[in-house]
């Protein structure tokens, strides 16, 4: 892979005591040479490890065994892997990920040359430092971030994680089949809603746990956790996953 080097200023010497454990998905809003001017000042105070062009070219702006400042705000992770202190407290995810942004806005279709790119850069990554390719180790800023939407609902991460695993891409995925059935559930968890019934689009909101919420109906056909693929829709078309209430 060709790799084009653009040093930002903006990064932390080592990782402490860390090493990386998983990759964030970011997308740049906006264009790779935009993005190249704005990691290289100093005023950003922001950068990532990659940069990847939609025409596949690939940036490389702080070195993977340094921090780079991509993920450092923590609000209602989602991420299941996210680290605290024995207080309870964050530890900076910049210390233990690394961050590959991608051109383009939220509502950009990724090219395939960029799809490409991006799978063999995660499969490089994970290779050095013994990070297993799925979903829990690939993930979505919004997954650390929750007031952002990073990278947004474009990115397939399904046919980014085969990529990155050199397996065949998946065929796409068949559209939700609805079933009209009202009822009501109480929320057991802090509970995500989401405009799709799938974790690879951002919570817009969260229900606290003890909430009773009603629902139009069903699917069985939503993205499956823990063996579980069944998502309730409301009124509004939003939907939770069943697992989250009872």
């Known amino acids: 892979m060709n790799i084009i080097n653009i040093p930002s200023p903006n990064f932390t010497v080592g990782r402490k005591i860390y090493n990386p454990e998983a990759v964030v998905i970011h997308i740049m809003e906006g264009s790779l040479s935009g993005t190249d001017s704005w990691f290289k000042s100093n005023a950003s105070q922001v ?58 806005n939220e509502d950009s279709d990724w090219t395939d040359a960029m799809y490409n790119s991006s799978g063999e850069m995660i499969r490089g990554i994970c290779s050095r430092w013994n990070i297993p390719i799925d979903r829990k180790h690939i993930l979505g800023h919004h997954e650390i971030y929750s007031l952002k939407t990073c990278p947004g609902s474009k990115v397939d991460f399904t046919k980014l994680i085969a990529l990155a695993c050199n397996n065949p891409i998946p065929p796409p995925v068949p559209a939700v089949q609805k079933i009209l059935q009202p009822g009501t559930v109480t929320t057991k968890v802090l509970l995500n809603i989401r405009t799709q019934p799938n974790t690879g689009v951002a919570p817009f909101t969260r229900v606290a746990a003890g909430v009773q919420l009603s629902y139009d109906g069903f699917t069985n056909n939503g993205e499956t956790i823990n063996g579980n693929s069944k998502w309730f829709f409301t009124h509004e078309g939003n939907w939770f996953w069943s697992g989250g209430a009872e």
């Open 47 to 104: 950068s990532a490890h990659y940069g990847i062009g939609q025409s596949g070219e690939v940036h490389q702006y702080v070195a993977e065994v340094n921090t780079a400042w991509h993920a450092g705000r923590v609000n209602a992770p989602s991420w299941q892997l996210i680290k605290t202190t024995g207080n309870g407290a964050f530890i900076n995810p910049n210390f233990y990920t690394v961050g590959i942004e991608h051109e383009g």
